[in-house]
Structure formats: C-alpha cells, structure tokens
C-alpha cells in the first residue's frame, strides 16, 4: 500500500519528521517543553505532554528508526482497518504505553521519555492480527521473522530488557503499546481473533 494513498499515515509522518526536526533545531525548549515529564504532568497538569511526546524524538538515529518501521507497516494497517480506526490505534496507543511511565515517575522531576515507538508498536501488533502470514525483518537481519513469532520475541524482550536492562529505552513503553494494539483491534474487530488463529494454524 502506498504511503501517498493513507492520508492519516502520510499527516502523521510528516507531523513526526518535522516537529522531530525543529526539535533538534531548539533541544533545550521543544524536547523539554513536549517530552513526557510525568512529574510536569501530574503536578504541573501539563496533560498535553501524553500525546505531544508522540510525536518529537532524541536524535536522527531515533527519528530514522521510528519513521522506517512506522512507513512499513502504517499504509497498510490503514488500508486495512480505515483512517480513522487507524488514527484511533496509533494514538491510544501512545498514550496508554505512556501510563507506566507516568505513575512509576510521577515525582521525578529528572524523568523524561519521547518517541512514537510506544505508539508504533501498536500499530504493528495491530498489523500482525490483519496480516499473521506476514515477515518481519529487522535491521541487519536478512530471514525474515514469521510475525506471530516476532511478536512473541518481541514481547518477551520487553520485559526482560525492562528488568535487567538499565538503558534510556523505555521497553516498558513498547510493551503496553503493543498489547494495547492487540486490544483495541480485538475490540474494534472481534471476528480477527478467529481469523488470525485459522490463519496460523496453515503456516504451523
């Protein structure tokens, strides 16, 4: 599916790439102001950080990772599901993988998180229940990744990376995107559950 006949994801790309530019232009006063503070956000009521933290990010290696994955996989979930339902995936996605973040830091004025990966996430576990006999590549991996199998990998080191694991990267984050993916297109289409599973048993 082309990017250019998904408006939804095409608005929403270039609302990533060009708030992530100025961003990178001005760190100290967009990335601060926008970034998800949970300690602004609970005692300050800076509640537009939920969703404005969406949409910058940290460096060119986070805007270019982010943008790639979300260019494969957005047209054709849109296509899929419609605009709107896939704006609603994208963005409840990015706010409920913000949630834990948000309580477990809510009176840490040092804590700042920023990206669309939470909200990507749910984009493309979305992708896995329309699309299950679909590949996955990962960079500088040539086999592709069965997806029922990637997101089972991909789950599963979530949560180990957010134990055992001491890095910027907020897994957590990619985590409940991703179930919140899973949910929200379960609730939206109740019949993919069955076709996911008929679809799987054919590969397995």
């Known amino acids: 599916m082309n990017l250019l006949d998904s408006p939804v994801s095409l608005t929403i790309l270039a609302i990533i790439i060009v708030s992530s530019l100025i961003g990178f232009g001005s760190p100290n006063q967009i990335l601060i102001k926008f970034s998800l503070n949970p300690y602004s956000t609970v005692h300050y009521r800076k509640y537009y950080q939920i969703v404005t933290h969406i949409f910058i990010h940290l460096d060119w290696m986070h805007l270019l990772f982010n943008a790639l994955t979300f260019y494969f996989f957005a047209p054709q979930l849109e296509f899929a599901i419609g605009s709107e ?92 995107g991703a179930v919140w993916g899973l949910v929200i297109t379960i609730v939206m289409f109740p019949n993919i559950v069955e076709y996911f599973i008929q679809t799987i048993k054919h590969i397995f």
Not at 121 to 137: D, E, K, M, N
């Open 85 to 176: 339902r896939f704006a609603l995936v994208f963005i409840t996605a990015g706010i409920v993988a913000s949630i834990p973040s948000i309580v477990k830091n809510k009176d840490n004025p040092n804590y700042y998180s920023l990206g669309a990966s939470g909200a990507i996430a749910g984009v493309l576990f979305s992708f896995i229940l329309f699309y299950p006999t679909s590949r996955i590549y990962m960079f500088f991996i040539p086999i592709g990744i069965p997806a029922p199998i990637f997101a089972l990998i991909y789950l599963g080191y979530c949560v180990y990376a957010s134990k055992y694991h001491s890095t910027n990267i907020n897994h957590e984050a990619h985590f409940w």
